[in-house]
T-cell receptor, first 116, second 112 residues
Framework: GAVVSQHPSWVICKSGTSVKIECRSLDFQATTMFWYRQFPKQSLMLMATSNEGSKATYEQGVEKDKFLINHASLTLSTLTVTSAHPEDSSFYIC????????????FGQGTRLTVV | AQSVTQLGSHVSVSEGALVLLRCNYSSSVPPYLFWYVQYPNQGLQLLLKYTSAATLVKGINGFEAEFKKSETSFHLTKPSAHMSDAAEYFCAVSSNDYKLSFGAGTTVTVRA
């Protein structure tokens, strides 16, 4: 149980276009989902927290207009990178938390975004 | 605020030798502590977690970690390294909000 699926696993897009990444909890309802970003050879940095039906909470320094997060249902959150530029190339990982205390959020497999 | 510090960005061990990865945490509330492993271009796999139950936590693949409050540490060990243990390891801390703060990571290489 507790499977989180991210799609796509990798994507290449042209500079200036937008890319949507999906994060789905397959076998549980996720009241809260998190989006992380990981640059090569670096750690994961939290970008934002999304709660179903409400606006995402962004970490300091993360542009909310560039990284649009939607958590429309208890099993789906999406991250849209708008007007992507090469510096947005990164590994994006989501995690999802159940509403009742497992004390653990479950991670998707990540999405490798390359902007050319 | 919570944070973790992983001592040593790179650890090299011989196959069959002890693996020891160090993690110290800082937290203003009782922490939840985690160790994750990441293989190239993959997501995170949970090795083990501490959630205020037993201080010695056993995880998958022969890993274990001991929570020491007095030392604010949560070091990860494995008695005998295997080639498949070569990966990136992250220590992480959270409070009760599922939001994780990660350490910088430790790359483990295993020598034949």
């Amino acid at each position: 149980g507790a499977v989180v699926s991210q799609h796509p696993s990798w994507v290449i897009c042209k500079s200036g276009t937008s890319v949507k990444i999906e994060c789905r909890s397959l076998d549980f309802q996720a009241t809260t989902m998190f989006w992380y970003r990981q640059f090569p050879k670096q750690s994961l940095m939290l970008m934002a927290t999304s709660n179903e039906g409400s606006k995402a909470t962004y970490e300091q320094g993360v542009e909310k207009d560039k990284f649009l997060i939607n958590h429309a249902s208890l099993t789906l959150s999406t991250l849209t990178v708008t007007s992507a530029h090469p510096e947005d190339s990164s590994f994006y990982i989501c995690s999802a938390a159940m509403s009742t205390g497992q004390a653990e959020a479950f991670f998707g497999q990540g999405t490798r975004l390359t902007v050319v | 605020a919570q944070s973790v510090t992983q001592l040593g960005s790179h650890v090299s061990v011989s196959e069959g030798a002890l693996v020891l990865l160090r993690c110290n945490y800082s937290s203003s509330v009782p922490p939840y502590l985690f160790w994750y492993v990441q293989y190239p271009n993959q997501g995170l796999q949970l090795l083990l977690k501490y959630t205020s139950a037993a201080t010695l936590v056993k995880g998958i693949n022969g890993f274990e970690a001991e929570f020491k409050k007095s030392e604010t540490s949560f070091h990860l060990t494995k008695p005998s390294a295997h080639m498949s243990d070569a990966a990136e390891y992250f220590c992480a801390v959270s409070s009760n909000d599922y939001k994780l703060s990660f350490g910088a990571g430790t790359t483990v290489t295993v020598r034949a």
